[in-house]
């Protein structure tokens, strides 16, 4: 398994062991991860903490200059909200874990011309699915 997937599944799993749900990013350049993030939407009573987001923020300064190439990978395809931050941030490729529990705005991604990546990793498509099962209603898909 790519190396950058299994740092997002460790973040997704990071989250879930401190009550959240288990959807996990991290944001790379030139092969060093410069931001970590998992969704953090139950710790922080916060509807906007998606684990992209959570991962840009804690990159700290990204440079939207051409030579600055950052790849983000996550484990679950992202919402509208997060596909908006990636645009704006200027990632120019995502690698997406699954997008068997929840497909987001990959089209609207690709419109916007960020290669998108879809591995269907069984891991990543288990880990979610089983939360739910454990948990129901406890994430509410785009919320």
Known sequence: MD??????IEEAKQGMEMGGVPIGSVLV?????VGRGHNRQN???????????D???NAGE???????????????SPCEMCAGAIIFFNITKIVIG?????????????????EVVVLNNLE?????????????GVWKKGD
Not at 3 to 8: C, G, H, P, S, V
Not at 124 to 136: A, G, K, T
């Open 98 to 114: 699954e997008n068997i529990n929840y497909q987001g705005a990959e089209e609207y991604l690709q419109t916007r011309g960020v």
């Open 29 to 33: 350049l030139n092969d060093v991860i």
């Open 43 to 53: 710790q922080m009573k916060s509807i906007i903490r998606h684990a992209e987001i």
């Open 124 to 136: 990543c498509i288990n880990m979610l699915r089983d939360f739910e099962e454990q948990n129901p």
């Open 55 to 57: 991962c840009i923020d």
């Open 62 to 76: 990204i440079k939207n200059q051409d030579d600055h190439k950052y790849v983000l990978y996550t484990t679950l």
């Open 3 to 8: 190396k950058y997937l299994r740092a997002a």
